[in-house]
């Protein structure tokens, strides 16, 4: 089974400063990461997604994430954000080639303001 | 291309009433999914399908769940007898089936239920 641990539950942060959302997940298994945005009352948008390949991997709205395999980690960044990135995300796994459930962590409250 | 839709957005019901919702998702995709999201927490899993096959029932999903997807395209999920614990956001989600080199799962809007 996996797991998804998302230590903070809420970040507040000024306009244009820089923000890292962190994620760490459990697994036996090879996984696929993916970051998911929720704006209040709406479903999940994905953000990025990492599947193979190079370890840094950008997603929408100048996000970008690295997969840390020996740190089980794939901690969300954006170098400056804004008023509308004010959002929940969640980080979540999937087992390699099975196409099959995602396990989400409980997600993190990005507050962003002026 | 259209995206995952689901009816009803919002439904209000008193305890003990059966409610079903409807979720179409994007057309190419045979892999379906329903996840459950509470207040403050990320969605949890409840079931699958590939085409109009169920492969696969969380043991969230109680017996007064039920699921289908009797034509491999919408599929409906019916509560029975809802208690207040089911009040949640239903969320669907579809994908392309493994071997297909897709494993991106794409969300509805979801569906929030209220349980009186």
């Known amino acids: 089974a996996q797991s998804v641990t998302q230590l903070d539950s809420q970040v507040p942060v000024f306009e244009e400063a820089p923000v890292e959302l962190r994620c760490n997940y459990s697994?036996?298994?090879?996984?696929?990461l993916f970051w998911y945005v929720q704006y209040p009352n709406q479903g999940l948008q994905l953000l990025l997604k990492?599947?193979?390949?190079?370890?840094l991997v950008k997603g929408i709205n100048g996000f970008e994430a690295e997969f840390n395999k020996s740190q089980t980690s794939f901690h969300l960044r954006k170098p400056s954000v804004h008023i509308s990135d004010t959002a929940e995300y969640f980080c979540a796994v999937t087992r390699t080639g099975t196409a099959s459930k995602l396990t989400f962590g409980t997600g993190t409250r990005l507050q962003v303001t002026l | 291309d259209t995206g995952v839709s689901q009816d009803p957005r919002h439904k209000i019901t008193k305890r003990g009433q059966n409610v079903t919702f409807r979720c179409d998702p994007i057309s190419e995709h045979n892999r379906l999914y329903w996840y459950r999201q509470t207040l403050g927490q990320g969605p949890e899993f409840l079931t699958y399908f590939q085409n109009e096959a169920q492969l696969e029932k969380s043991r969230l999903l109680s017996d007064r769940f039920s699921a289908e997807r009797p034509k491999g395209s919408f599929s409906t999920l019916e509560i029975q007898r809802t208690e207040q614990g089911d009040s949640a956001m239903y969320l669907c989600?579809?994908?392309?089936?493994?071997?297909?080199?897709?494993?991106?799962?794409?969300f509805g809007p979801g569906t929030r239920l209220t349980v009186l």
């Open positions: 990492y599947l193979s390949g190079s370890t």
């Open positions: 697994s036996s298994v090879s996984v696929y």
């Open positions: 989600a579809s994908s392309l089936a493994v071997g297909q080199g897709q494993d991106t799962q794409y």
